[in-house]
């Protein structure tokens, strides 16, 4: 079946750590999101990608970091310069332009 | 900027009556319009969306919802809620990022319980 796999559900980590966050699809979508959630904020943009090779920041992209070497595969680590890292992250995908986002089952986070 | 205000943080309902979720955007041009629905630890589900046409559109799981321009809204709307709509709701815009690109901007969402 075809859709978004992020691993893993749930990571622990120590301050000061870097942390990457895993997000695979298989939809061959062009473009895909990184998201962060936490209680009462909504949904919040953190990076964004819409072609290989290509990514912009989002609303929130300050100590996060992204890779789009591939089209299937759209990593997020989470820097130490992070100050708030611990947040449930979604990752998604969609074709270009105006499309509906595919959802992953998202990674909640925890950094004492 | 482009933004989405979901005015209600929490609603509860009784099993059977109806529901309406508010919806308020701003987007300067013709908006394209979304909404999520998700469970507690889940990702997030495309429930219905609009992008021109019908102004009342249907989504899944008996929901519908319209978009009024005149009032920058898009209500989302069930008849007769069931126990098993008891999540969390998003309305989202979509909006333009830098250059041609365009991003999803959620609203904070609206938490409903379904009380039998």
């Known amino acids: 079946d075809g859709g978004i796999t992020q691993s893993p559900k749930y990571l622990f980590r120590k301050e000061g750590q870097n942390v990457t966050l895993s997000c695979e699809q298989n939809l061959n979508h062009d473009a895909m999101y990184w998201y962060r959630q936490d209680p009462g904020q909504g949904l919040r943009l953190i990076y964004y990608s819409q072609i290989v090779n290509d990514f912009q920041k989002g609303d929130i992209a300050e100590g996060y970091s992204v890779s789009r070497e591939k089209k299937e595969s759209f990593p997020l680590t989470v820097t130490s310069a992070q100050k708030n890292p611990t947040a449930f992250y979604l990752c998604a995908s969609s074709t270009l332009r105006d499309s509906p986002l595919h959802f992953g089952n998202g990674t909640r986070l925890t950094v004492t | 900027a482009q933004s989405v205000t979901q005015p209600d943080i929490h609603i509860t309902v009784s099993e059977g009556a109806s529901l309406e979720l508010r919806c308020n955007y701003s987007y300067g041009a013709t908006p394209y319009l979304f909404w999520y629905v998700q469970s507690p630890g889940q990702g997030l589900q495309l429930l219905l969306k609009y992008f021109s046409g019908d102004t009342l559109v249907q989504g899944i799981k008996g929901f519908e919802a319209e978009f009024k321009r005149s009032q920058s809204s898009f209500n989302l709307r069930k008849p007769s809620v069931h126990w098993s709509d008891a999540a969390e709701y998003f309305c989202?815009?979509?909006?333009?990022?830098?250059?041609?690109?365009?991003?999803?901007?959620f609203g904070k969402g609206t938490l409903l319980t379904v009380n039998p």
């Open positions: 989202a815009v979509y909006s333009m990022g830098g250059g041609s690109n365009y991003k999803l901007t």
